[in-house]
């Protein structure tokens, strides 16, 4: 039985850490050869050591208009195709001066956008200019947040962030309306609250965990694990998703149903 991405060729942008790992790894053993990106020098090197054969990790900031291009062209040099682009990076602004509104500092304004909504159109328009060029279909897959349109404002009122992951769904979708005709798809996931480097702070807070013990009520009630959202990246990244483009899907236990509680 062939595997999803038996031969596909994946490029992940944030791909060496938290959710971007884990798809990597989920990648691997579905057939694909991946090209990893990753800003952290510590999280590069873990991850060259627990990918292993089969993928390449490269240093560099994907706030960078090159960083795409560059792994782009390392995933073509070195297995002969690109045919799947994840975008998971990004990150909270919160020490920079993102929050509510009234608090809302210019540079965390321009800190937050920078890393959440400028890196992901460098990557999109690199792998869109990609699939054009060669005249392939490709798929992208985003990461939005379910913070986009299902605000929750007691303990997650960063509204720089909001605003990245809203514009997210916007360019996705208008991007896959403009290359549907080519085959290139274009799809996002919206995760709730998971468990990763980012989200340390509402790890830590007990009055968080309880809130989205109510907030994601699937499974027990639980903070999610990366490996929750695997299972999507591989449908979506796959030809199983061949006649899917401009969906948000939204993985997060249940968030945007559930009224959660403040205590």
Known sequence: MELPLENKCIVIVGGTSGIGLSAAKACMGAGARVVCVGADIVSVELAREDLGQGSLVMHEDATNPETAQN???????????????????????????????????????????????????????????????????????????????????????????????????????????????????VNAIAPGLVATPMSQRAQRSEEIIEYVSKKQPLDGGRIGHPEDLDGAVLYLLSDQSKWVTGQILEVSGGWSVSEGSQG
């Open 71 to 185: 792994a782009i062209n390392l995933c073509l040099d070195t297995y002969g195709s690109v045919d799947g682009l994840y975008h998971v990076a990004g990150g909270s602004g919160r020490s920079k001066g993102d929050g509510p509104l009234h608090e809302l500092t210019d540079e965390g304004w321009e800190y937050t956008m920078n890393l959440n909504l400028s890196s992901v159109m460098y990557s999109n328009r690199a792998a869109v200019q990609s699939f054009c060029e060669r005249k392939t279909a490709g798929s992208i897959v985003n990461v939005t947040s379910a913070l986009a349109y299902s605000p929750s404002p007691h303990f997650f009122s960063t509204h720089a962030y909001a605003a990245a992951k809203a514009a997210i769904i916007g360019m996705t979708k208008s991007a896959a309306s403009s290359y549907a005709p080519d085959g290139i798809r």
